[in-house]
């Protein structure tokens, strides 16, 4: 029976594959692609001010309301810190990326790799939490400022217009701390992949060749890395546009767009506005993801 | 060895297989007849893979059938066919040890499991792996997967069974060994066995006939010995063994015709340039290009008048490498017997 | 192979790094026992355990709890199916967009979290439909398939091509082939993928806050301490025990692709 049913596919191969593809094609295409598609459209609506009700009409209104200052504020303010964000990631990433793909030996690198992977999978937002913890006024963090008589560094920090704040959970200084802390597992892998693809024979003949180990770094380490600090950035930078969970949990009352979407769609019940709002990240995270492909990250992933 | 009266084992008729724009194989006719040793040989690409993977059923033909001891096979799955493969890559179960992997066909034909222990010890004897019935595919040797491959095809006593380049993972040493093993089995077990090769020397070695491949189409088929001495063609000329062709102005002054020919490099004696032609042997002058010391033998080019290069190759009986290297620039006589060339057409 | 020594300074660095990563979900489990119920007071006031039995007797958790665990596993089965049909097809055939699949299968996890989750949000509004246990699932699903998905696909690539011939070669059907050849080949890689899917699922909050309307997922409820900390302790509690249910899985599904690469190298 079983076998004749076999046969029956044997024959139609078109067949077989069309039953393995709908599944999750049809899946993806309508539930997925349909949601974003529906998206774009009602970013072309607009909402009434009156009964706030949807008004299925095309129009530009909505996108307009995007320029307007205070939205406008909303993405250089998101831009930036992302921007920010992915620098200090690249920075932070690369001791740990380059143990890793220098010189641990291959037992200690699958438990180091695994080290970075599980912040990577897991708990995200209880990793935000933590800070909650570690950032609060009378927490741990504080304690050590105190311990080492820090107070005044980091009231002057504090001080800055901007990114100071009463305290550093409720400061974008604190956001910043968080965000890196999240999203460095993004940056740590593709670094140390590239990394592992600079052939030691080439940093040894560097060195061979008169080279002083930071100009080793700067001339051949640096280059190569540089896919995998892109790739990584691609991570970091599209993850730091999208959140809105940090910029409500941690720092002040300042919106992000991600935290604007939220609101917009949620309180507001203004659907076309978060929509429009959403489209902000996606078409920045296009471009970036076509200037990341012209400069070879792809192949760093 | 032919006996027309009996069915052959694999018939193709008029067989094609299209991949998109590509003529994989194109219109093929083809008979292997049961109980033979039979190669199909070519380079990658002319056809002859795609031919063994439509007999097994991995692949079904664009059109024409393809027949197994008369019945047509074309477009049964690959489990309702009496053939079995041996891979070239062997694809062995990882998972499983050599007994269950030898053991594979028979679990699915649900025999009885000490009747099963049973096949696989005598199929372990065949191949002379005894005692490794519970080791891994992964602690074998590559010429001890080969032999756990051929028993776990062997032991569903096929009709036919396939070899895929069955000794191309092999060193040479292993590969010369496993050749004439590979024989032996097959005169021992009786079954037909067809093998696809691009070594014109393992087909030569171990086949009853070949059929030569290329772009799609079968150049010739015969023993060794016939596609050896009597290429059909140019190209089986060319890719059997090394051969030299003449053609053209200086065809016509050896043979009396411009149609081309093949002579082989052995075949032809190298003389001094005032020697007599013996009769019934052909002649032409020429003046030695190069020479090649290899040792056992010598390969020397000659160019004869009309501008062809032949290659000539001579065992170093008598001469030493200072007697055979001397001979460079020195006008020679080449001759050869009338019998020795083929006509190979255009 | 690097009999060198990495300079001291590399080395230490190296260290705070992964402390940095690692560190402060250990301040959280600290914290479990706490006995200040409105600071995060350090160094502690005292020392008590007991938050772990005030946060068993929390019927809202337990509901939080269940429905972040049935959502998991639905989601993960959907995922496990889907993700190892697209492998499949993918693998044994070359088709016109091909490429595409790969591209489509990758973009609800390339795209930031919101997005996905505002478009499905629009989507669930624009067609009126009721948020359900079965929107969860569906929002979670989108990007679980792509986890298991890549680990299958990549094992597949790994196993020889010829392995499915050969067993269908020998008499196999193609449900004999998948039974005793496929499945067996694809096991731990269904497994790590599956096991990434469930811990994807279990702590995803960004897509869930838009398909969730009024349920409580366990990340929803953490979520909602974060903004107006009600009860501190019990979240504390809460957050190591979500913190060890996905560490579990992630760490094996990371060791057995680790070892199962491992002896892909000794067969060559």
Partial sequence: MLTRLSTYFYQRPRLVLFLFLAPPLLYLLVVYLGSLFLLLINSFYSIDDFTGLIIREFTLKTYAQIFEPANREIFARTASMAFVVTIASAIISFPLAYYIAKYASPRLKTWLLIGVTIPLWSSYLVRVYSWKLILAQEGILSWFIRLFGLEGVLQWLLSFEGIGGSSLALSPIGMFIVFVYIWLPYMIIPVQTALERVPNSLIEASGDLGAKPLQTFRTVILPMAFPGVIAGSIFTFSLTLGDFIIPLAIGNSKFFIGQAVYSYQGTAGNIPLAAAMTMGPVVIMIIYLLIARRLGAFDAL | MTNPSSTPAIRFNQVSRHFGEVKAVDQLDLEVIDGEFFAMLGPSGSGKTTCLRMIAGFDRPTSGSIYLYGQDVSNLPPYERSVNTVFQDYALFPHMNVGDNIAYGLMIKKVPKDERTKRVDEMLDLVQLKGFALRKPSQLSGGQRQRVALARALINHPKVLLLDEPLGALDLKLRQQMQVELKAIQKRVGITFIFVTHDQEEAITMSDRIAVFNQGKIEQIGTPAEIYERPASAFVAGFVGTSNLVSGEVAKRVTGSDQTFSIRPEKIHLGTSNEATPAGMVSLDGVVRDVIYLGLYTRYLVEVAGGIDLVVVEQNLKTTSMDVLSIKGQKVKLHWHKDHISRVGA | ?268
């Fill in chain 3, 1 to 268: 192979m690097h009999s060198k020594k990495a300079p001291l300074g590399l080395t230490i660095a190296a260290i705070g790094t992964l402390l940095f990563l690692h560190v402060p979900m250990l301040i959280i489990f600290l914290y479990t026992f706490t006995p200040d119920e409105t600071t995060y007071t350090f160094p502690l006031p005292g020392f008590t355990t007991k938050w772990f039995g005030v946060a068993l007797q929390r019927a809202d958790l337990w509901r939080s709890l269940i429905l972040s665990l049935q959502v998991a596993t639905v989601a993960t089965i959907a995922a496990l199916i889907l993700g190892t049909l697209a492998a499949a097809a993918v693998y044994r055939s070359n088709f016109f967009g091909r490429e595409s699949i790969s591209f489509l299968l990758v973009l609800p996890i390339a795209l930031p979290g919101i997005v996905s989750g505002i478009a499905l949000r629009t989507a669930i509004g624009g067609f009126d439909i009721p948020f359900s246990f079965w929107t969860i699932v569906i929002g979670h699903a989108t990007f679980c398939v792509v986890v298991v998905y890549n680990n299958v696909l990549a094992r597949f690539r790994r196993t020889s091509a010829s392995m499915i011939e050969a067993s269908m070669d020998l008499g196999a059907n193609s449900f004999q082939t998948f039974r005793h050849v496929v499945l067996p080949n694809i096991a731990t890689a269904l497994l790590a993928g599956g096991m990434l899917a469930f811990a994807l699922s279990f702590d995803e909050v960004i897509v869930t806050t838009f398909t969730a309307g009024q349920q409580t997922t366990l990340p929803i409820w953490i979520f909602s301490q974060l903004n107006r900390p009600r009860d501190r302790p019990v979240t504390n509690v809460v957050a190591t025990f979500v913190i060890l249910i996905t560490f579990i899985p992630i760490f094996l599904a990371q060791r057995i692709s680790a070892s199962s690469s491992d002896t892909e190298g000794e067969n060559k």
